[in-house]
């Protein structure tokens, strides 16, 4: 069984998708003449009635994300909110593979949020040291080159 690959219309054998995403043809959802869609373009017309793990932790920037809830997805996008924020407009789409990772609560979510920034916290200082010592190897180079340039000049 092959499925087509909406994005880059290249065909890809089923073995190579997630497992998840995987649907027999039994359980695929049903098309307009009742036989099963195989097409992601037609599948990702079709949104889930029931999400497992609703809440999400979606990326804002390094190191920090924000939790989001889940209202809709499809084979293409997530559909939803984020309850931190103050809701202005229609709810936002994105991409699944904007999702970080997916829980069953908010709690749980909030949680692994705050877990997650203490993990990235003990990080701090290497990264600090690795900065400073790319500054001096910077500087370095930069001595390295315009002496050079100038011996160059004095030789000519």
Known sequence: MIWLNATRASLWPVAQLDAKRRATLADAPQG????????LR????????????????????????????????????????????????????YSPRAVLARFP???????????????????DVAVREAEAALKEAEKTREKAWTDWLKAAADAS
């Open 32 to 39: 307009r003449r009742g036989e099963p869609m195989t097409d």
């Open 42 to 93: 037609e599948r990702s017309k079709v949104v889930t009635d029931q999400i497992e793990k609703p809440w999400a932790l979606m990326r804002h920037h390094a190191g920090w994300a924000d939790v989001f809830r889940i209202e809709g997805e499809s084979a293409d996008a997530v559909t939803g909110y984020y309850p931190d924020r103050e809701t202005v407009g229609p709810p936002v789409s």
């Open 105 to 123: 609560t908010f709690e749980g979510a909030h949680a692994a949020r705050e877990g997650g920034v203490a993990e990235w916290r003990k990080h």
